[in-house]
């Protein structure tokens, strides 16, 4: 389970993901890399330090997870098996928002360098810089491609072995989240831009525009993030189970457990790429 949890908090940003070359019926329905989508199949249906899977493991497992849904039913429809898989996102939803929202009491006091329980803008573009600054690879003053090819971490990130997670937090982590969040569309961040954005942001939070933060104010703009992510993770994630519910039922109105288990070992040969029984991590 904290493997399990903790995976949920990787961030993860993948050079190609499922909607540019796989059928969203054949994907883990989170927005990642193959290499990463083959990692988490191999995970969730093996173990957490397993480097490959067999069929009949695949099968099995997979098939397991839908023993619930037909526990009081034989045979259910689209409505129900979206709502089955919503109800195992809600639960996700429901351990990370406690987690998330602890973590953001955690930043505001870190941020808060002087303990007088509010932050200033000094403050507030102080954490940033220091972010900046550790991400700024080569101390030039820009978040560009260099900084990723000399970041060892992020380079892995875009290989695309990382998992990502189904909900996401909506605070930036690596170099390619900060300059999607802050860069305006370019595929470069400057300093200069960056401390732009941030004041903007203060200045959002501020509600009661006394130019300083306390930590209401601080708390209801990271929910706000929060919860659109949220919504945004719902919604992708109708989205899937619909797709996924198509392929089981192969145009039948219902679907039963010798549907799922037929189709997960289609997903699996989707998977095994090179036929050889068995679905692996590439070295």
């Known amino acids: 389970m904290k493997k399990h949890l903790l995976a949920l908090l990787i961030s993860s940003v993948a050079t190609t993901t499922f909607a540019e070359q796989i059928p969203l019926q054949f994907s883990t329905g989170v927005d990642e890399s193959a290499v990463a989508m083959k990692t988490r199949f191999i995970q969730e249906y093996s173990h957490p330090d397993a480097k490959q899977v067999s069929k009949n493991e695949f099968v099995e497992k997979y098939s397991a997870q839908y023993i619930a849904l037909f526990k009081q039913k034989k045979n259910v429809n689209q409505a129900q098996f979206i709502k089955y898989e919503q109800d195992k996102l809600d639960a996700m939803i429901a351990k990370h928002r406690e987690m998330s929202m602890k973590q953001a009491h955690v930043r505001f006091s870190i941020i808060d360098a002087n303990k007088d329980q509010k932050i200033t803008l000094n403050e507030y573009q102080n954490i940033g810089t220091k972010n900046f600054n550790t991400l ?75 130019h300083v933060l306390d930590e209401n104010e601080y708390i209801a703009e990271f929910s706000k993030r929060y919860e659109e992510n949220i919504a945004n993770a719902k919604a992708k994630q109708q989205a899937f189970a619909i797709a996924r519910f198509n392929a089981i039922a192969n145009s039948n109105k219902t679907i039963n457990q010798e549907d799922v288990k037929k189709f997960a070992e289609q997903l699996f040969d989707y998977w095994d790429s090179d036929k050889q029984g068995s679905i692996q991590i590439q070295p």
């Open 136 to 210: 700024d690879k080569n101390q030039d003053g820009l978040l560009n491609q260099d900084d990723l090819k000399l970041d060892q971490k992020e380079q892995v990130t875009h290989e695309g072995s990382k998992l990502k997670s189904p909900i996401g937090m909506p605070t930036p982590n690596t170099i390619q989240d900060y300059i999607e969040q802050y860069a305006n569309g370019r595929d470069y961040l400057t300093y200069a831009q960056y401390l732009m954005e941030r004041e903007k942001q203060f200045d959002l939070t501020d509600l009661n525009k006394d």
